[in-house]
């Protein structure tokens, strides 16, 4: 049964696969590939718990997992030397993607409400991964944003809006990334609450239905 979960999953999937042909196309040294190393081992965790869901919630566990178990387990490995190549079998979870299309089209059309908080935690986190690496690709040389863990500090400080102010950015592309993420990060907390809200909401009146 699809969810909004899977949903969120389908879509970053898709995502992971463009950070992995990024991480081959650049230097395996640079702080930009570092930093999409970070984003990806990120995702990777998120697959990883994917995994264990369903393969916990699963009633035929061996059946999934020597069809498509094995290959949900092997696109949870992180971008690291050892297992760089390995990391082809992601392809794999786009088929399953693909092979489900339909579902997810059907999903979406009937839970229209459910589908578009999805959208916007998947749009949050993409804009969070794109803005931070075009800071720290722009920043590197004329600010004080020069290495990874700098980004990602000041990608997190300036999406939750605390406005810590130890790295900033200087360039004008930066300072305008820096609004899109301020803009997103009010977005998407807004929409998170409400959605909250309305599933504390409907288990109330199941309860009071009973």
């Known amino acids: 049964m699809l969810s909004v979960n899977k949903l969120i999953v389908a879509a970053l999937s898709l995502f992971s696969i ?36 369903q393969f916990i919630n699963s009633d035929q566990k061996l059946k ?37 299309f339909r579902m997810l089209v059907k999903f979406i059309s009937s839970n229209r409400v459910a589908s578009l908080y999805g959208l916007i935690i998947f749009m949050a986190v993409t804009i969070m991964i794109i803005t931070s690496t075009l800071v720290l690709y722009f920043e590197k040389d004329s600010g004080n944003i020069k290495t990874a863990e700098d980004a990602l500090w000041w990608n997190y400080v300036t999406i939750t809006t605390v406005g810590y102010g130890d790295f900033y950015p200087v360039t004008s592309i930066g300072k305008l990334l820096s609004g899109i993420l301020i803009l997103t990060g009010i977005a998407s907390f807004g929409a998170v609450i409400s959605y909250i809200t309305g599933r504390v909401d409907t288990i109330k009146e199941k309860g009071k239905n009973r």
């Open 64 to 100: 999934y997992f020597f069809t498509y178990g094995w290959l949900d387990l092997l696109s949870s490995i992180p971008v690291i030397a050892e297992f760089r190549y390995v990391r082809i079998f992601r392809i794999f979870r786009v088929l399953r993607i693909i092979q489900s």
């Open 18 to 53: 463009a950070l992995l042909t990024m991480t081959f196309f650049l230097p395996e040294e640079s702080e930009v590939n570092k930093l999409l190393h970070y984003y990806d081992f990120g995702l990777c965790v998120v697959f990883f718990y994917d995994f264990l869901k």
